[in-house]
C-alpha cells in the first residue's frame, strides 16, 4: 500500500488501546462488509459494542485517520461509571450530550439516544447517567443540578467553561420518533449557538428586595448548612443563582463575594468573622453583606478556583472582572479593603449611645480604622 500503509502504521503509533492489522484479502474484506469493488484503501474499526463497525471514509492519512478513531472508539453511549468517566473527560472531544434516567426509564429512551449518537460523532460525547445508581447518580445528578426521578437530557461543554444547556419539557410519556426529534434538536440548536446556558439554583430567598439607597453589597457565597436561612433579611443577605443580577451586577452597588464549598472547613471558620462584619456594617446604606452557597448556586460571573474565594464588584464596573481579594480574612483587614475600594465611599455611622461630655478631643479625633480595631 505504500504511502497509505505508513500513514496507517503513523496513527497506530498514537493508539495504545487499539490492535491495527492490515490485510490484501477480498474475503476478510468481505466480513466487514467492504466488498471488492469499494475503493482502497478501505478502513473499519471493529468494536464489541451495539454499533460493531465504524467505516472510515476520509483523506488517507494519519491526523483524518486519527480523528476518526478517536471519535469512534469509544461506546455510541458511555455510562456514567469510574471505568466510563476516562472515556468521558480525556476524550479530545468535550462536548457532552447527557442523559439523566432511572434504571427502568433508561430502557425506552438508550434505543433512541444511540441512533442519535451516530449522527453527531465527533461533535459530543454522549453519556447516561443512572439516576438511582447508589454509588455515582445522586452525586453526578447534584452536580449538573438535575433533581427529581424524571429523565433530563443536556448538553454540557466540559471542564473549561462548563456551561450547561437543559432540555425543556416533559419526557418521560415520549414516544420514539418524538424523543429523536428532541434529542437532535437540542444538539443542533447548541451547535448553531441557539441556547441559552442553564445555572444551577436554590429557592430565591424571601425579602431580597432591595429598594434603599444601597450602594455596596459584601456577599458570601455559603452553604445552607453553615448559614440555616431561608429569609434575607438577617445582616447577611442570601444570594442564590436566580437572584444574583438583580443584586450582584447592579450597577449601583459594590459587591464582595466569597464563594464557598459546604465541606471546606477554612469556610466554616471563616463564618463568625464574615457574620461579624456583616452586623458590623448593618447601619451603612452603601453596604450590604450577604452570601451564596457555592455548591448549589452556580452563574458565569461567580467562578471559584479554590475555597473559599472572595471577589469584589465595584459599582459601575460590572462588565468588568471582578477584583479578586487577596487580604487576611479578619473583620479589620476587610473592613480596609472595602474602605479603599468601595467606588460609594462610605462612613461608620456613630455609637448609639452618647459619648459623655467629658470625653477628650483626641478621643473625638480618633481615625475610623481605630474605631473599628476597638469595636471589633
Not at 40 to 69: H, M, Q, S, W, Y
Not at 135 to 158: N, Q
Not at 219 to 238: A, F
Not at 293 to 320: Q, V, Y
Request: hydrophobic share 35%; charged share 25%.
Amino acid at each position: 500500500m505504500g504511502s497509505d500503509s505508513e500513514e496507517l502504521a503513523a496513527a497506530s503509533r498514537l493508539e495504545d488501546d487499539l490492535s491495527f492489522y492490515q490485510t490484501t484479502s477480498p474475503d476478510i474484506a468481505k466480513l466487514f462488509e467492504r466488498e471488492t469493488q469499494v475503493k482502497r484503501p478501505a478502513l473499519v474499526l471493529v468494536k464489541k459494542e451495539e454499533e460493531k463497525l465504524a467505516r472510515f471514509d476520509g483523506n488517507f492519512t494519519k491526523a483524518a485517520i486519527t480523528e476518526f478513531l478517536s471519535g469512534n472508539k469509544v461506546p455510541l453511549v458511555i455510562n456514567f461509571t469510574r471505568e466510563g468517566a476516562s472515556m468521558i473527560f480525556e476524550n479530545s472531544v468535550k462536548n457532552q450530550l447527557l442523559l439523566f434516567a432511572t434504571t427502568n426509564e433508561s430502557e425506552k429512551h438508550l434505543p433512541t439516544l444511540m441512533e442519535v449518537a451516530k449522527s453527531f460523532k465527533g461533535k459530543f460525547v454522549f453519556v447516561y447517567v443512572q439516576m438511582d445508581n447508589e454509588y455515582y447518580g445522586e452525586a453526578v445528578s447534584g452536580f449538573f443540578g438535575v433533581t427529581g426521578t424524571a429523565p433530563k437530557v443536556l448538553v454540557y461543554t466540559g471542564n473549561e467553561d462548563m456551561r450547561k444547556f437543559i432540555l425543556d419539557g416533559e419526557l418521560t410519556r415520549k414516544q420514539h420518533q418524538v424523543l429523536s426529534f428532541l434529542y437532535v434538536t437540542l444538539a443542533e440548536d447548541f451547535l448553531a449557538d441557539k441556547l441559552k446556558p442553564f445555572y444551577k439554583s436554590d429557592p430565591v430567598p424571601e425579602n431580597v428586595s432591595l429598594t434603599t439607597s444601597v450602594t455596596c453589597h459584601i456577599i458570601l457565597i455559603s452553604h445552607t448548612s453553615l448559614y440555616n436561612q431561608t429569609q434575607n433579611d438577617g445582616d447577611v443577605k442570601i444570594i442564590v443563582g436566580n437572584n444574583f443580577d438583580e443584586i450582584v451586577l447592579d450597577e449601583s452597588k459594590d459587591v464582595l463575594l466569597e464563594i464557598y464549598a459546604p465541606w471546606c472547613g477554612y469556610c466554616q471558620s471563616f463564618e463568625p468573622i464574615y457574620n461579624k462584619l456583616g452586623k458590623y456594617l448593618k447601619g451603612i446604606d452603601s453596604l450590604v453583606v450577604a452570601k451564596m452557597d457555592g455548591t448549589t448556586n452556580e452563574h458565569p460571573r461567580a467562578k471559584a478556583d479554590a475555597f473559599p474565594t472572595i471577589l469584589f464588584f465595584p459599582a459601575g464596573n460590572k462588565s468588568f472582572d471582578p477584583i479578586t481579594v487577596d487580604v487576611d480574612r479578619t473583620v479589620v483587614e476587610l473592613y480596609k479593603f472595602l474602605k479603599k475600594h468601595a467606588s460609594t465611599p462610605f462612613k461608620l455611622a456613630k455609637p448609639a449611645t452618647p459619648e459623655p461630655v467629658s470625653t477628650t478631643k483626641k478621643a473625638d479625633e480618633k481615625s475610623e480604622g481605630d474605631n473599628a480595631k476597638d469595636e471589633l
